[in-house]
């Protein structure tokens, strides 16, 4: 499962847009305090890979949501059931792999 949450200010909008080389997601505008989630199956050669794009205002930035193998802070991502959390905020993207997040750790910085 992967969930990409805004928390940025109150009445701050986020343009999102995710994909992998298989599905596209689509783009969304994702309110605060609103949770953009999906769930998938790791593809058979063990290659996953779902990344985002968003927008806030004028900042930008781009990561890799998933990517079978890359994160390895998220343990349980081996087993089913395995849990991404982006907490998008205003001076950047945080991590998780729990949800509720237990922590969070700042990954990226807006461009």
């Known amino acids: 499962q992967v969930h990409v949450v805004n928390n940025l200010p ?3 909008n986020l343009r999102l847009h995710c994909a992998s080389g298989d599905d596209d997601l689509g783009f969304h505008n994702i309110t ?3 949770d ?3 769930k998938f199956c790791n593809g058979f050669w063990g290659n996953t890979l779902f990344f985002c794009n968003l927008w806030w205002g004028n900042k930008s930035v781009g990561f ?3 990517k079978n193998g890359g994160k390895p802070n998220c343990f349980h991502d081996l ?9 998008v905020k205003s001076d950047g993207i945080y991590s998780s792999c729990d949800i509720p997040p237990k922590a969070l750790t700042k990954m990226y910085d807006w461009k």
Request: glycine letters at 10%.
């Open 64 to 66: 890799d949501a998933y």
């Open 10 to 12: 109150p009445n701050s």
């Open 36 to 38: 953009f989630n999906w």
């Open 32 to 34: 605060v305090n609103t």
């Open 79 to 87: 087993k089913v059931g395995g849990i991404y959390y982006w907490a």
